[in-house]
C-alpha cells in the first residue's frame, strides 16, 4: 500500500491555496479490519510537521462495548488542550463549545484526524481556519461530508501483499504461507490473526496446508468482520 500512503499523503499535504480555501476532508472509507485507521495515522504522522496544531480522536460509532463518543466530549478535550486558551471551564452545551472550538483554530490551519466516525458527529468538529484539512475514517460509504472530499475507497489486499503480511506475522517464509493468502479475505487485521495462530502453533507444512484447505471462513475473518 506504498502508493495508497504516498497518494493520501499528498493530498493531505497543505499547498499555498489552501490558505485562501474552507476546511476540506480527506475521507477513508472501507469495511471493518481494512487498514482505513493504519493508513490515517501514517499520512497524519507525516504531513504533522506542516501544521502548528493536530488533533486525533476516535468518535467510536462502532464500538459496542463503549459506544460512540460524542462531538461534545471531543471538543471540551480539544480546547482544553489549546495553547493560550483563556477558559478555566468549558460549558457542555455544543453550540458554545463549536463557537469556542472555531474561535480558537480561527487564525491557524489545523490538520485533524477523525477515526471511526459518523456523519452526524463530524460537522461541529470543524476548525475556524481556512486551509485545515479533516481526515476521516468510516465505514460507511455514503458518509455527507460538508465541504470539499477527496474520496479514498480502502480496497483489500492483493494475494502478494496478503502473503508478506501473513509471512511477517507468523515469521514463515512468505512461500510455505502463501496458500493462505485467499483466507483472509485480504483484510489485514484477519491475516495479521492467520500469522498469529501459525506462529502460536509453530505450524508446520502440513498444518499450513489443511488451514488452506478449509472452505469455511476462519475465525479471524469472522472477528475482523464483526467488530
Keep these: 500500500r506504498t502508493r495508497l500512503l504516498e497518494d493520501i499523503t499528498a493530498t493531505i499535504t497543505p499547498g499555498p491555496a489552501d490558505a485562501r480555501r474552507p476546511p476540506r476532508f480527506v475521507a477513508l472509507t472501507g469495511t471493518a479490519g481494512i487498514g ?3 493508513l490515517a495515522l501514517a499520512a497524519v504522522h507525516r504531513v504533522a510537521p506542516e501544521f502548528l496544531m493536530v488533533r486525533w480522536v476516535d468518535m467510536r460509532t462502532w464500538d459496542h462495548a463503549a459506544g460512540p463518543r460524542s462531538p461534545v466530549s471531543a471538543l471540551r478535550s480539544w480546547c482544553a488542550s489549546v495553547p493560550g486558551n483563556p477558559l478555566t471551564h468549558l460549558p457542555n452545551d455544543l453550540d458554545q463549545l463549536i463557537e469556542i472550538w ?10 485533524l484526524g477523525v477515526d471511526n466516525a459518523h456523519s ?12 485545515s484539512v479533516i481526515v476521516v475514517t468510516s465505514r460507511d460509504r455514503e458518509l455527507e ?4 472530499v477527496r474520496w479514498y475507497p480502502i480496497p483489500p489486499l492483493g494475494a502478494e501483499a496478503a502473503a508478506e503480511l501473513i509471512a511477517a506475522r507468523s515469521g514463515q517464509p512468505r512461500e510455505r504461507v502463501a496458500v493462505l493468502a485467499r483466507r483472509g479475505g485480504g483484510i489485514p487485521l484477519a491475516l495479521r490473526s492467520l500469522g ?5 502453533h509453530d ?6 496446508a489443511d488451514m488452506a484447505a478449509s472452505t469455511a471462513p476462519t475465525d479471524a475473518v469472522r472477528r475482523a468482520t464483526s467488530l
Design 203 to 208: 505450524a508446520d507444512q502440513e498444518m499450513i
Design 145 to 148: 461530508l460538508p465541504g470539499p
Design 120 to 131: 452526524e458527529q463530524i460537522p461541529p468538529l470543524i476548525p475556524g481556519a481556512p486551509g
Design 102 to 111: 472555531r474561535g480558537l483554530t480561527s487564525r491557524t490551519p489545523v490538520l
Design 36 to 38: 482505513k485507521t493504519a
Design 196 to 200: 498469529d495462530v501459525i506462529a502460536a
